[in-house]
């Protein structure tokens, strides 16, 4: 039996130096490897992995909020098996609590990493048993065997259950949306936290998310405004236009357009202007009084 494995970390060499010890067992096989938790979701979606080895804290989403997604998708593709790496032995308690085979602490142990492939091959091995297929109809089952299916049946009924309590302990556990959080921008070769507070807008253009400040431009870990907007306070960004989404509180002046359309004129230092969709038109006017 081969063990189909995930890595995602956003540090090249804790992905590295995982890969160089599970490639240590002959029956793990790594089909992929990401840098974030926004990848991390797109690779499972693809590869269908029986485990994923993810890292905790990553820019965008961490580890736990890929986990939210994994769960959320898991009605209609399995869920793979999670082991959560992380540098701090803090997060332990949490990650059992959400369910996760095991965690690994930083550095990884090669010892440590051999006892949670043992979990994994348990977890794998009792999922191969699975509850049987659709069916009523063939021959009559002899009484072992059909309490054997009942008993499958049973651990399918009870694996629903248990994504279900796990949805309901993470949205609990979730903090009020983000409205501490900051957001890591790329800018050059440094990665800066910003306060969200700071934000002038972000924006999106051939598939890269661009981000202003009243000082500064970066770009953010994030794949589409839809990932980025889960990570903003609802109460302070607005998405105006398809390809761009503002910060109501670094609105400028509202500059009438033609065709009783609109503008938003920003305080960032170029005093960036950015189209109101007509589709927003109505927001624009509750948020303002228009």
Not at 6 to 30: G, N, P, S, T, W
Not at 62 to 70: N, P, S
Request: charged share 30%.
């Amino acid at each position: 039996m081969t063990i189909r494995a995930v890595i995602v970390d956003d540090e090249q060499l804790a992905r590295q130096e995982l890969e160089y010890l599970l490639r240590k067992a002959d029956d793990v096989e790594i089909v992929a490897q990401g840098n974030n938790g926004v990848e991390a979701v797109e690779l499972v979606r693809a590869h269908q992995p029986d485990v994923v080895f993810l890292d905790v804290q990553m820019p965008g989403l961490d580890g736990f909020a890929v986990l939210k997604k994994l769960i959320e998708k898991g009605r209609k593709s399995p869920l793979p098996n999670i082991v959560f790496a992380t540098a701090f032995d803090r997060y332990a308690v949490r990650a059992f609590e959400v369910n996760a085979v095991d965690y690994l602490l930083k550095p990884f142990d090669e010892k440590r990493v051999r006892q949670t492939l043992e979990r994994v091959r348990t977890r794998v091995a009792e999922a191969a048993a699975g509850p049987p297929g659709p069916g009523g109809l063939g021959p009559a089952k002899s009484p072992a065997a059909r309490e054997a299916s009942n008993e499958n049946v049973h651990a399918a009924n009870a694996v629903d259950e248990r994504l279900d309590a796990l949805v309901r302990l993470l949205e609990q556990q979730a903090p009020a949306k983000n409205t501490a959080a900051k957001i890591v921008l790329r800018v050059g070769g440094r990665l800066l936290l910003v306060e969200q507070r700071d934000i002038c807008f972000a924006s999106i253009e051939e598939g890269a998310i661009s981000v202003a400040t009243h000082s500064i431009e970066g770009h953010a870990n994030c794949r589409t405004l839809e990932d980025l907007l889960e990570l903003l306070d609802p109460k302070l960004f607005w998405r105006a236009h398809r390809s761009f989404v503002v910060n109501i509180h670094r609105i400028q002046e509202v500059v009438p357009w033609f065709k009783s359309s609109y503008q938003l004129r920003m305080d960032d230092r170029r005093h960036t202007e950015i189209p109101v969709s007509r589709g927003q038109t109505k927001r624009l006017r509750e948020l303002f009084n228009l």
